[in-house]
């Protein structure tokens, strides 16, 4: 249910209520990495970085067979972000 939550709320850029869900999610099921991969969607979504930085780290090191996959960012981060986010990091 909080997975469903979490998803909804990221397709409507909701992305700090998706990062709550998807937290809920992973108290809730906490062997199930994509909770965690969901909240480091939300959490770049909302230009939390640092804190996407980590849950990816986290669940990469214990689940290495997920760095392989790919995701589709125009799916949960917003054109505006990735632009932001793209002038912040290249300076």
Do not use: Q
């Amino acid at each position: 249910m909080m997975m469903l939550r979490a998803g909804k709320n990221l397709k409507e850029a909701k992305f700090l209520d998706a990062a709550d869900s998807y937290s809920g999610a992973f108290v809730d099921e906490a062997a199930d990495p994509l909770a965690l991969v969901g909240r480091a969607h939300a959490e770049i979504g909302a230009g939390v970085y640092t804190a996407a930085d980590y849950d990816l780290k986290f669940v990469f090191t214990r689940k290495p067979e997920l760095v392989a996959v790919k995701y589709d960012a125009d799916s949960f981060i917003p054109v505006i972000r990735r632009i932001t986010c793209c002038r912040i990091c290249s300076g």
